[in-house]
């Protein structure tokens, strides 16, 4: 047996099938047996205890399973021995991999943009391989680091409760089964398995609001915590958001009838709370192709006419208003 798979076993005792996130557990066990599975690896700690575990926790599917790296061209030397180590990995476990690389890696489109060019790939290979499920190794640090990121934006519910543990698209699912467990946690793991990982130097610097969080606020607001799980608590939150979110979204897909030209009867609406409104109005600019186009002020300013109900006209930017005329919010291409 080839020392990484020994790993992958050492791992797995470690850390069983009842240690990963119950949702993404079960989502695993109900899937066709010969669906293939793809699993984004960076060669870091929690890419790699993620693709160990699921060579080892369900073996019936590594013949399915398929590893996707992209390199960003970034960080030159490292950045291809973090490609030549996934590469021994998958070697060692028998996982095929397929490595891409950003064509036009650009280091002032930040860390939003790295993660577009890294998310296309995926999309690009396992829509040509026809694969329907990423796996992806998020663990409990990423909640806290995510959501205090997006209290800084201000975010609502659907914001706040990622990185989810199933998130449905229109390319397949993605499935993040280590949110139950902290990275120290992992770390700890992989070490006494015996198994080394690559570390991104750029992590240690301040280039990046995720690192600004990881390396000055999570340390000082988990020992303002006196003691408490402050990740675990930051982890509970997001499961309770989540389930609100939930219960909403379900609202407003029952409450949101549309007329056959996408116009949206105000009657059927009237006296729904804020909250639910809110994403009825969301569905309406999806609907007619205008969210893009229409900043924060705009869509409040929008959803406060929407709730009084009074005729009203707004640009909805290039070409587009939004008009609400005799009881029905209507899409116009003119501004009546």
Known sequence: MSPWRRRAERLAAAL????LHPAAAAWAERRPAREGWAVAFSGGADSLALLLLLWALWPARR?????????????????RADAAFCARVCRGLGVPLTAGAWARPDAAAGEAGARAARFDFFRREMRRRGLRALWLG???????ESMLMRLARGSGAAGLAAPRPLQ???????IRPLLGLKKAELAAALRAAGAPWREDETNAGDAFLRNRIRRRVLPAWRRASAGRDALGGAALARELLEEDDDALEA?????????????LP??????????VLRRI?????DRHGRSPHLSR???????????????????????????IRAGCLRFSRGNR
């Open 168 to 174: 449905a698209g229109p390319d397949g699912a993605r």
């Open 266 to 275: 105000l009657a059927r609406v009237r006296g729904l709370p804020r909250a």
């Open 16 to 19: 069983p099938r009842s240690r």
């Open 63 to 79: 013949r399915r399973l398929r590893a996707l790296h992209f390199d960003h061209r970034l960080r030159g030397r490292a950045s």
């Open 251 to 263: 609202w407003a897909a029952a409450a949101a009838r549309f007329g056959a030209r996408g116009e």
């Open 297 to 323: 002020p705009g869509f409040e300013l929008l959803l406060a006419a929407l709730q009084r109900g009074r005729e009203s006209c707004q640009s909805l930017g290039p070409g587009g208003f939004a008009v």
């Open 281 to 285: 109005l969301r569905r309406w600019l």
């Open 138 to 144: 998020h663990q409990q640090d990423d909640i806290a």
